[in-house]
Structure formats: structure tokens, C-alpha cells
């Protein structure tokens, strides 16, 4: 579910399983008329098993006007998943009834800037680069921070700072199911204008910080902010 700031309008997606294979939908409308509201978009994925999430939503006065989603495995079964599994990014105009494709299907989304003008994403690919990739979606501009050495499981969780010029994500490293101290996560800020990660604190110095015996995973939290 996704929803517009001091505005009653939500964006939210729905499944159902036919025949093991699942169908869902996309919903955008007033909270007003949201409990009548059609689906504007639907998928029925057979090969991937992906369902539409929605991500974000802007208003058009006061109705819904485009709506971010990208699409989302639900069930991964055999597997320690660390960080979310997407694939690609695109924007619904329910104006027009155009979809935009902001990112690639090739792509596993990680986060969206607060105006949404920037996306984190990383290789879908289980083989691929996992490192973070900071994408302009307005310019195209393409931004990479290189994994830590040690984060030999990839990143994800990508949030972006209000003044958007910062990102922030997770990295880790190590299995969760061997505990510590084999499984190590860390946060790393990197600056968009220059590509470079300026911060970082893992999981390690955070406990002996907190006097705590382990942290499992941390994430950075939407609405923060940098100054230059």
C-alpha cells in the first residue's frame, strides 16, 4: 500500500492464485470511492511468479494521477533472502493510461527518492553485480558505489535523504542462519553528486556501541537529512 501525503488517496495491490499461478491487481483511488474501485492494471505471471507492488502514488487534485510500482516476488521458498527480490520499476499514468518503464526488468529495485527522482536498484541476476546503483529517472544519469569488500551478499533497502543528496542502504555479508560472528550488515551513505560512499557503521561496532550481544540486520530509516 501506498499513499499521498495530507491526501485521502491510497494506491494498493491485491493477488490471487489460480491454478498455483498468481494473478494480481493494481488499485488507485480516493479513500471516498476506494470500496468500488476497479483495478487499472493487472498481471498474471506464470514464469516469474512475480505480483505488482505499489510503491508510490501522486495526486491529480484530488483523485490519483500516477502511481509507482515495480514487481514483487512473493513466495521464494529454499532460500535466505537478505534484501527484497523486484524486478524493474514503472510509473502508471492513470491519466493517460500510459506505463512508463523507469527501470529495467533486468533491474531488482531497492528504493525511491521522497520525490521520486532517483532509484536504488541492484542485478537481479543471481550471478550479477549486486552493488548499489543509484539511477537519475529523470536525466538517466547512472551512479555506482562498489560493495564493501567483505559484502559478499550484495545490498539492498535503499532510502534517500529529503534533500536528495545523499543515499543510504544496507550491505552484508556471512549467512544470518550461522549467526555472529559469520553474518555481518552494514549502512553505507554515498554522496550522488560525487559516487562516493562518505559513511558507513556495521553491525559489529553498533552492538559493542549498544552493549548488545548481536543485531541481525539494521536498515536506514525515509526522512532523513544531510546537510552539504
Given at each position: 500500500m501506498a499513499g499521498v501525503a495530507e491526501e485521502p488517496i491510497l494506491a494498493f495491490s491485491d493477488m490471487v492464485l489460480e491454478n498455483s499461478i498468481p494473478h494480481s491487481y493494481l488499485f488507485?483511488?480516493?479513500?471516498?470511492t476506494l470500496g468500488s474501485s476497479k483495478p487499472f492494471f493487472e498481471m498474471i505471471d506464470a514464469k516469474m511468479q512475480m505480483v505488482l507492488?505499489?510503491?508510490?502514488?501522486?495526486?491529480?487534485?484530488?483523485?490519483?494521477?500516477?502511481?509507482?510500482?515495480?514487481?514483487?516476488?512473493?513466495?521464494?521458498?529454499?532460500?535466505?533472502?537478505?534484501?527484497?527480490?523486484?524486478?524493474?520499476?514503472?510509473?502508471f499514468d492513470l491519466e493517460t493510461d500510459q506505463n512508463i518503464q523507469a527501470l529495467g526488468?533486468?533491474?531488482?529495485?531497492?528504493?525511491l527518492s521522497p520525490d521520486r527522482s532517483y532509484a536504488g536498484s541492484t542485478s537481479i541476476d543471481l550471478k550479477g553485480d549486486h552493488s548499489m546503483r543509484v539511477t537519475n529517472l529523470l536525466t538517466g544519469r547512472i551512479i555506482e558505489f562498489p560493495l564493501d569488500p567483505a559484502s559478499n551478499r550484495g545490498a539492498g533497502y535503499t532510502v534517500f535523504s529529503i534533500d536528495g543528496f545523499y543515499a543510504a542502504w544496507v550491505e552484508s555479508s556471512g549467512s544470518l542462519n550461522s549467526g555472529p560472528p559469520e553474518f555481518t550488515t552494514r549502512i553505507r551513505i554515498g554522496n550522488i553528486e560525487t559516487g562516493a560512499v562518505i559513511r558507513e557503521l556495521d553491525s559489529s561496532f553498533a552492538s559493542e556501541t549498544l552493549n548488545w550481544e548481536w543485531i541481525s540486520l539494521m536498515r536506514p530509516e525515509d526522512g532523513w537529512t544531510r546537510g552539504r
Amino acid at each position: 500500500m501506498a499513499g499521498v501525503a495530507e491526501e485521502p488517496i491510497l494506491a494498493f495491490s491485491d493477488m490471487v492464485l489460480e491454478n498455483s499461478i498468481p494473478h494480481s491487481y493494481l488499485f488507485a483511488d480516493s479513500l471516498s470511492t476506494l470500496g468500488s474501485s476497479k483495478p487499472f492494471f493487472e498481471m498474471i505471471d506464470a514464469k516469474m511468479q512475480m505480483v505488482l507492488m505499489p510503491i508510490a502514488v501522486e495526486a491529480s487534485g484530488s483523485q490519483a494521477g500516477k502511481v509507482w510500482f515495480t514487481n514483487s516476488a512473493w513466495e521464494l521458498s529454499g532460500e535466505e533472502r537478505l534484501f527484497p527480490t523486484n524486478s524493474g520499476l514503472y510509473i502508471f499514468d492513470l491519466e493517460t493510461d500510459q506505463n512508463i518503464q523507469a527501470l529495467g526488468a533486468e533491474r531488482n529495485f531497492q528504493g525511491l527518492s521522497p520525490d521520486r527522482s532517483y532509484a536504488g536498484s541492484t542485478s537481479i541476476d543471481l550471478k550479477g553485480d549486486h552493488s548499489m546503483r543509484v539511477t537519475n529517472l529523470l536525466t538517466g544519469r547512472i551512479i555506482e558505489f562498489p560493495l564493501d569488500p567483505a559484502s559478499n551478499r550484495g545490498a539492498g533497502y535503499t532510502v534517500f535523504s529529503i534533500d536528495g543528496f545523499y543515499a543510504a542502504w544496507v550491505e552484508s555479508s556471512g549467512s544470518l542462519n550461522s549467526g555472529p560472528p559469520e553474518f555481518t550488515t552494514r549502512i553505507r551513505i554515498g554522496n550522488i553528486e560525487t559516487g562516493a560512499v562518505i559513511r558507513e557503521l556495521d553491525s559489529s561496532f553498533a552492538s559493542e556501541t549498544l552493549n548488545w550481544e548481536w543485531i541481525s540486520l539494521m536498515r536506514p530509516e525515509d526522512g532523513w537529512t544531510r546537510g552539504r
